[in-house]
């Protein structure tokens, strides 16, 4: 499964002065059922890096599917109307684990100094 989660991207094949193409819905369903749900608009999908093998639109926001188990089944349906040249391409891309930075203990000092040399300047401009 995905640590972080997953997007789906969609690579399009789309002939020049043919039309846009549109998703008209992409479904995730997970042991039969319908989890995540996408109903598309007309023309929808951009076509940035026409059939070239990266993709020209991403899907974000799915169920994350460490809650289910190992052996649990994951679907996708969808629909696109107005297909009009090569095969489309579909690509599970992995999201980003975030992780928190920690702070050094560098940083600490450098606030202290910087703390301390604030207060120096106050004292002089009082006096």
Do not use: C
Request: charged share 15%; glycine share 12%.
């Amino acid at each position: 499964m995905f640590a972080s989660g997953f997007s789906v991207g969609i690579d399009i094949n789309e002939a020049k002065g043919k039309g846009a193409q549109t998703l008209d819905f992409f479904y995730m369903l997970v042991n039969g059922t319908i989890v995540d749900r996408y109903d598309g608009s007309k023309e929808n999908v951009p076509t940035t890096a026409n059939g070239e093998g990266f993709a020209d639109y991403l899907l974000t926001g799915f169920t994350d599917l460490n809650g289910y188990a190992s052996d649990a089944t994951v679907q996708f349906k969808l629909k696109l109307s107005g297909m009009n040249d090569g095969p489309e391409s579909f690509f599970l891309v992995a999201n980003p684990a975030v992780s928190a930075v920690p702070l050094p203990a560098s940083a600490l000092f450098m606030m202290t100094g910087l703390g301390g040399m604030a207060l120096r300047r106050r004292r002089q401009s009082v006096q």
